[in-house]
């Protein structure tokens, strides 16, 4: 009983975590591509930011001060929402029973800040619960 408990609670969490989406880029590799920006001018950093790359897409446009280049973007995914398979059905108990995969979308918000000097970025941030 404890062994099938356990089980069931595993495969629940792979199915919670492990098949909602999975980044594009993992952390580092985000991190070394953003980096590669710093140094260059907020007109070239526009020009050349693939958020695609990093699995993101832009909410709004870039927002742009005298000290800061600013992203808003958003990583949409998709939450299963766990069904039973074979569900009783009176006499067809047992009978495996087609039942569509349901899910919900969730749009998670990251904010990607240059700083800048001069209108060259010198750093750049991350914000956010998908960053």
């Known amino acids: 009983m404890n ?7 595993c495969a629940l969490a792979s199915v919670l975590f492990g098949c909602a989406s999975t ?3 993992n952390a580092t590799e985000r991190e070394k591509y953003l980096a ?21 897409q832009n909410a709004t446009a870039p927002f742009v001060q005298q000290n800061t280049l600013s ?3 958003i990583r949409t995914i998709s939450i299963p929402i766990p069904m039973a398979q074979n569900p009783a059905l009176g006499a067809g108990a047992g009978t ?3 039942i569509p995969t349901q899910s919900y979308d969730a749009s998670l918000q990251c904010e990607i800040r240059f700083q ?4 060259i970025a010198t750093a750049v941030q991350l914000s956010g619960r998908i960053c």
Do not use: C, E
């Not at 260059?40 to 050349?48: N, P």
């Open 36 to 56: 590669q920006f710093v140094g260059q001018s907020s007109s070239y950093i526009q020009s050349h930011l693939d958020l695609a790359k990093l699995g993101y």
């Open 96 to 98: 495996a029973v087609p």
């Open 116 to 119: 800048l000097q001069n209108q």
């Open 71 to 73: 992203y808003t973007v």
């Open 3 to 9: 062994f099938k408990m356990t089980l069931g609670q």
């Open 23 to 25: 980044p594009v880029m």
